[in-house]
Nanobody, 125 residues
Framework: QVQLVESGGGLVQAGGSLRLSCAVS????????MGWFRQVPGKEREFVAG????????YYSDSAKGRFTISRDNAKNTVYLQMNSLKPEDTAVYYC??????????????????WGQGTQVTVSS
């Protein structure tokens, strides 16, 4: 069974940076497309960034583009989300996701088969 464990969330001031990590176990990591979603209470989960199995395809939401960077280390079975220039509106629970997608990057929650427990990111103004 695939398990995803996020870490790196916390409280940061606006303009600051955080790096989220997600350690994956239970499957060959390189066989999984990976991504990050976020959710604010009362709202739907929102796609943030995704990376293909090989790392050759990456896609960002408009809100993440230019500020966030997703990467993966297949040797460490870990995916990262580097978040810079954080804004109060980035405050949310961030979820690591993994999927069996063979090619490209999925942007819908239904494109992913496995979800982590989430990590809280709070950006103060």
């Amino acid at each position: 069974q695939v398990q995803l464990v996020e870490s790196g969330g916390g409280l940061v001031q606006a303009g600051g940076s955080l790096r989220l990590s997600c350690a994956v176990s239970g499957r060959t990591f390189s066989s999984l497309a990976m991504g990050w979603f976020r959710q604010v209470p009362g709202k739907e989960r929102e796609f943030v960034a995704g990376i293909s199995r090989s790392g050759g395809s990456i896609y960002y939401s408009d809100s993440a583009k230019g500020r966030f960077t997703i990467s993966r280390d297949n040797a460490k079975n870990t995916v990262y989300l580097q978040m810079n220039s954080l804004k109060p509106e980035d405050t949310a629970v961030y979820y690591c996701v993994a999927g069996n997608r063979l090619y490209g990057v999925g942007v819908r929650s239904t494109d992913y088969d496995y979800w982590g427990q989430g990590t809280q990111v709070t950006v103060s103004s």
